[in-house]
């Protein structure tokens, strides 16, 4: 059993940055892949970023593969998402998820969610 927290949300202006993390605990997290996803207000949730639990390959969604980059500290059991160049439309509650197999962009290809944290970018 895996347990994901997020962290490091907030508001910030667009064309700002902002760097999530995602603490695992109760599990050997380092053995998961692992994946971003956000719900943007009145929408679905969908896919950000994947990375294989090895961090040597990441995938990400058209619309911030320029300016969001998915890394991992298996020695801290902590996922990241580094989000530069901000935009309003990035304002959405931001998800963790881990599974075992990397790559998927849905939402059931991963077993363990975190709560989120909220992303709101002003213009």
């Known amino acids: 059993q895996v347990q994901l927290v997020e962290s490091g949300g907030g508001l910030v202006q667009a064309g700002g940055s902002l760097r999530l993390s995602c603490a695992a605990s109760?599990?050997?997290?380092?053995?998961?892949?692992a994946g971003w996803f956000r719900q943007p207000p009145g929408k679905e949730r969908e896919f950000v970023a994947a990375?294989?639990?090895?961090?040597?390959?990441?995938l990400y969604t058209d619309s911030v593969k320029d300016r969001f980059t998915i890394s991992r500290d298996n020695a801290e059991n902590t996922v990241y998402l580094q989000m530069n160049s901000l935009k309003p439309d990035d304002t959405a509650v931001y998800y963790c998820?881990?599974?075992?197999?990397?790559?998927?962009?849905?939402?059931?290809?991963?077993?363990?969610w975190g709560q989120g944290t909220q992303v709101t970018v002003s213009s």
């Open positions: 109760g599990g050997t997290f380092s053995s998961y892949a």
């Open positions: 998820a881990a599974g075992t197999v990397y790559g998927s962009t849905r939402s059931y290809g991963y077993t363990y």
């Open positions: 990375i294989r639990w090895s961090g040597g390959n990441t």
